[in-house]
Nanobody, 128 residues
């Protein structure tokens, strides 16, 4: 199981970025997939998480209305479209996969340790 995130960069406040995460060694239908982030000096936190088969997607409060999780099954890739970015969105963003046996995606969003496999992060920096 491998995940590779990309698409980060430097953007001005109010701008947009689209992060991508290519999955290999498993399919989107097999695992819950989540986006998480970690800012300097802060705990890793959930951004968005989708159930296996894309059945349901949940978002952190700060992401609602600004971020959109999507998936391309043919490319085995998930995306995080981030609009109206704010300086406080500056962080390293990670994608992760989890079998989530007996764990809901809401719980996984709140507790990143429930996820099993992590990709290397991609840096997002939002300037004011």
């Amino acid at each position: 199981v491998q995940l590779q995130a990309s698409g980060g960069g430097l953007v001005q406040a109010g701008g947009s970025l689209r992060l991508s995460c290519v999955l290999s060694g498993f399919t989107l239908d097999s695992y819950a997939i989540g986006w998480f982030r970690q800012a300097p000096g802060k705990e890793r936190e959930g951004v968005s998480c989708t159930a296996p088969n894309g059945g349901n997607t949940v978002y952190a409060d700060f992401a609602k209305g600004r971020f959109t999780f999507s998936r391309d099954k043919a490319k085995n890739t998930v995306y995080l479209q981030m609009n109206s970015l704010k300086p406080e969105d500056t962080a390293v963003y990670y994608c992760a996969a989890g079998a989530l046996e007996d764990v809901t995606i809401v719980q996984a969003l709140a507790h990143p340790d429930y996820m099993d496999d992590w990709g290397k992060g991609t840096q997002v920096t939002v300037s004011s």
